[in-house]
């Protein structure tokens, strides 16, 4: 105790070293593994940084940068296909979210959607909707727009009698409707 108290200027020197020591060694340790020790590797570059991976898991810096192709791995097939991927930050919180939509086979046209955020470098779905017949949906705004057929009886699959548009929006912690509106005849495909 003596020596830090005859000595200040040498005591100083010792604490900086040790921080910077500790500072460079955190440095290396994070540019080297993730979480749990796993091997970080660039999997990909974007306009909003690297997308870096682990052994078996991703960890994203950018909901761009998203391999939605793996994320929906489970739900595509049966002739699915992912026909979409936009963004637009619906929930407020200043970073976007992904709209994913996927395109299903048969007359009607239906469709599959996801939104997506991302939680701690992992894609987290906040919402999906499955078998929206001749459907389409987008950001407007703060806001997305469904659009999707209504059929009559006696309506081919191809040709509904007239479209219907839902509008969902970011309530509290959740997509909820916010108003459906009756839309006018659906045009032939």
């Known amino acids: ?5 005859d000595h200040p200027k040498a005591a100083t020197a010792v604490v900086v070293l040790i921080g910077l020591a500790a ?6 340790v994070s540019r080297t593994s993730g979480p749990a020790g796993l091997k970080k590797q660039v999997l990909a570059h974007g306009n909003s940084g690297a997308v870096v991976a682990g052994e078996g ?14 994320v929906l791995s489970s739900d595509l097939g049966d ?3 992912i026909k979409s991927t936009s963004f637009g930050d619906i929930n ?15 007359d009607d046209h ?20 499955h078998q929206v017949a001749n459907g389409d949906i987008g950001f407007e705004g703060p ?18 009698s007239s479209m219907k548009q839902t509008f969902y929006v970011w309530k509290g912690d959740a997509l909820v409707v916010s108003q459906v509106e009756a839309g006018a005849p659906a045009p032939a495909p």
């Open 110 to 129: 239906p469709i599959d959607w996801y939104l997506f955020s991302l939680s701690n470098g992992q894609p987290d779905r906040l919402f999906e909707r």
């Open 143 to 160: 806001r997305l727009v469904e659009r999707e057929g209504v059929y009559a009886p006696g309506d081919a699959e191809c040709c509904p």
């Open 23 to 28: 500072t460079l060694f955190l440095v290396i």
């Open 57 to 70: 898991q991703g960890a994203y810096t950018s909901i761009q940068n998203v391999d939605f192709h793996q």
């Open 79 to 81: 002739g699915k296909t």
């Open 92 to 106: 407020g919180d200043g970073l976007p979210e992904a709209l994913v939509v996927v395109a299903d086979s048969g």
């Open 1 to 5: 105790m003596k020596f830090w108290q």
